[in-house]
């Protein structure tokens, strides 16, 4: 495996640092901590940065040309998510990374044309309506129904866990056309969330937000033209999603996680103790298991670049790097001491870090996306092929 990056990639590189350059006014951090922006400011400089990326051909870097994209491949949209890690991330994270490529692989002519550009553009913000209170690691356990009503369907039931849910203008449903067929039963509906059978609650999180919510559906209008593939055909294109959610973003984790470990030494050079040994036993790991994750990251990337979909070693990439987030969070809380707990709008923060944040949302990235018990499930039964029980 060549883990060089090829001339054209490193110009790439160097014409987006240029344009970052001139482009991005405030970093995300400075965003932040300014006092005047409340969540929907916030999320209102989410959106307008998707619209200046968009204008200027840094979405969809790898998608086909004709659906808006940019024509280039996995590696150049790996380079981008490590470059702008500094820059508010953007409002339709969930479209662009989650449904992009499902409508990519799976939609009709007709159905890209009406939802790709507006999602690049962020016009419209799209959330994810897969997981239920009775349904998460089991998602096929899910029990919203789509009922046909003449040409189309009534949804009833309800989702949660919804990521910007109260921020959003449509969600990808996962909905039951047959209640006995486990599976086979299943549809995958694009639904528009501004219409009165659907309730919206936000859900106050643990750091202070509300990035997600519940969406209850009492009758909900799902149009048979915003079906994605056929009825019951649903599970196969959500098997596609989660390949992506778990395996598409490693370069961008190991610049974050690049940037956190600099602050770290940094901030324990500060405080004195970096020359204690069990002080740089602990960072060296950290150092070591980056390091590893780089590798693992670069492998996903060279399957993607070859143009296959990220397959079940995508759950390896998963467990590695969540689980890395915590140890490194939790580690930077401990050796950093109370400077790291402060949230990021005190003047006695880390300037350029937000460990507070960090840790508290750490807690959250082994469950999302499939759990770790569950990728550990993946990898036994289907990389190691261990028998179930
Ligand atoms: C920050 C965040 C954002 C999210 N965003 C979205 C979103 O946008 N859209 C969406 O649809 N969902 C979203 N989710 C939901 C997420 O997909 C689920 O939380 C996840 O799938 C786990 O499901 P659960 O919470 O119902 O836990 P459960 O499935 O009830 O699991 C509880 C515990 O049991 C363990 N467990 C369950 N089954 C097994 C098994 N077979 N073997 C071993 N252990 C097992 C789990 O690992 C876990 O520790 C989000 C979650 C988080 C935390």
Same mark, same amino acid.
């Given at each position: 495996?060549?883990?060089?990056?090829?001339?054209?990639?490193?110009?790439?590189?160097?014409?987006?640092?240029?344009?970052?350059?001139?482009?991005?006014?405030?970093?995300?951090?400075?965003?932040?901590?300014?006092?005047?922006?409340?969540?929907?400011?916030?999320?209102?400089?989410?959106?307008?940065?998707?619209?200046?990326?968009?204008?200027?051909?840094?979405?969809?870097?790898?998608?086909?040309?004709?659906?808006?994209?940019?024509?280039?491949?996995?590696?150049?949209?790996?380079?981008?998510?490590?470059?702008?890690?500094?820059?508010?991330?953007?409002?339709?994270?969930?479209?662009?990374?989650?449904?992009?490529?499902?409508?990519?692989?799976?939609?009709? @002519? =007709?159905?890209?044309? $009406?939802? *790709?550009?507006?999602?690049?553009?962020?016009? !419209?913000?799209?959330?994810?309506? &897969? #997981?239920?209170?009775?349904?998460?690691?089991?998602?096929?356990?899910?029990?919203?129904?789509?009922?046909?009503?003449?040409?189309?369907?009534?949804?009833?039931?309800?989702?949660?866990?919804?990521?910007?849910?109260?921020?959003?203008?449509?969600?990808?449903?996962?909905?039951?056309?047959?209640?006995?067929?486990?599976?086979?039963?299943?549809?995958?509906?694009?639904?528009?969330?501004?219409? @009165? =059978?659907?309730?919206? $609650?936000? *859900?106050?999180?643990?750091?202070?937000?509300? !990035?997600?919510?519940?969406?209850? &559906? #009492?009758?909900?209008?799902?149009?048979?033209?915003?079906?994605?593939?056929?009825?019951?055909?649903?599970?196969?294109?959500?098997?596609?999603?989660?390949?992506?959610?778990?395996?598409?973003?490693?370069?961008?984790?190991?610049?974050?996680?690049?940037?956190?470990?600099?602050?770290?030494?940094?901030?324990?050079?500060?405080?004195?103790?970096?020359?204690?040994?069990?002080?740089?036993?602990?960072?060296?790991?950290?150092?070591?298991?980056?390091?590893?994750?780089?590798?693992?990251?670069?492998?996903?990337?060279?399957?993607?670049?070859?143009?296959?979909?990220?397959?079940?070693?995508?759950?390896?990439?998963?467990?590695?790097?969540?689980?890395?987030?915590?140890?490194?969070?939790?580690?930077?809380?401990?050796?950093?001491?109370?400077?790291?707990?402060?949230?990021?709008?005190?003047?006695?923060?880390?300037?350029?870090?937000?460990?507070?944040?960090?840790?508290?949302?750490?807690?959250?990235?082994?469950?999302?996306?499939?759990?770790?018990?569950?990728?550990?499930?993946?990898?036994?039964?289907?990389?190691?092929?261990?028998?179930?029980?």
């Amino acid at each position: 495996m060549d883990f060089r990056f090829s001339e054209e990639q490193q110009q790439f590189r160097m014409e987006l640092r240029a344009w970052l350059k001139d482009n991005l006014e405030r970093s995300w951090i400075e965003e932040l901590r300014d006092p005047d922006n409340d969540e929907k400011k916030l999320f209102d400089i989410r959106r307008s940065w998707q619209a200046k990326l968009n204008e200027s051909g840094y979405l969809g870097i790898h998608w086909p040309k004709e659906w808006g994209g940019r024509g280039l491949t996995v590696v150049e949209n790996a380079i981008f998510a490590a470059e702008t890690i500094h820059a508010p991330p953007i409002a339709s994270r969930v479209g662009i990374n989650l449904l992009g490529p499902a409508l990519i692989h799976h939609a009709t @002519e =007709e159905q890209r044309k $009406r939802f *790709i550009p507006k999602m690049l553009s962020g016009e !419209e913000v799209w959330c994810q309506g &897969f #997981s239920e209170p009775d349904a998460g690691s089991d998602l096929a356990a899910l029990r919203t129904r789509a009922e046909p009503d003449g040409d189309d369907f009534r949804l009833e039931g309800q989702k949660v866990w919804t990521t910007f849910a109260p921020w959003s203008d449509w969600i990808f449903v996962l909905a039951r056309t047959d209640p006995d067929d486990r599976y086979g039963g299943i549809t995958f509906f694009l639904v528009s969330l501004h219409q @009165e =059978e659907i309730d919206v $609650r936000p *859900i106050r999180q643990i750091t202070g937000e509300s !990035e997600f919510g519940e969406v209850f &559906f #009492s009758g909900a209008l799902a149009k048979r033209e915003h079906i994605i593939g056929a009825i019951g055909e649903g599970w196969k294109i959500a098997m596609t999603v989660l390949a992506y959610e778990r395996g598409s973003m490693s370069l961008a984790h190991l610049a974050r996680f690049d940037h956190y470990l600099k602050d770290l030494v940094q901030g324990v050079r500060e405080k004195g103790t970096l020359k204690r040994a069990d002080v740089r036993e602990k960072i060296a790991r950290l150092l070591v298991e980056k390091e590893v994750l780089r590798a693992n990251g670069y492998r996903t990337l060279a399957t993607l670049a070859s143009g296959q979909a990220p397959g079940p070693e995508a759950s390896l990439e998963k467990i590695f790097w969540s689980e890395y987030s915590r140890r490194l969070a939790d580690e930077a809380l401990d050796l950093l001491g109370l400077q790291a707990q402060l949230l990021v709008r005190s003047p006695y923060a880390r300037p350029h870090m937000d460990w507070a944040q960090e840790a508290l949302y750490s807690r959250a990235v082994t469950i999302y996306a499939g759990s770790s018990e569950i990728q550990r499930n993946i990898i036994s039964k289907r990389i190691l092929k261990l028998p179930s029980s």
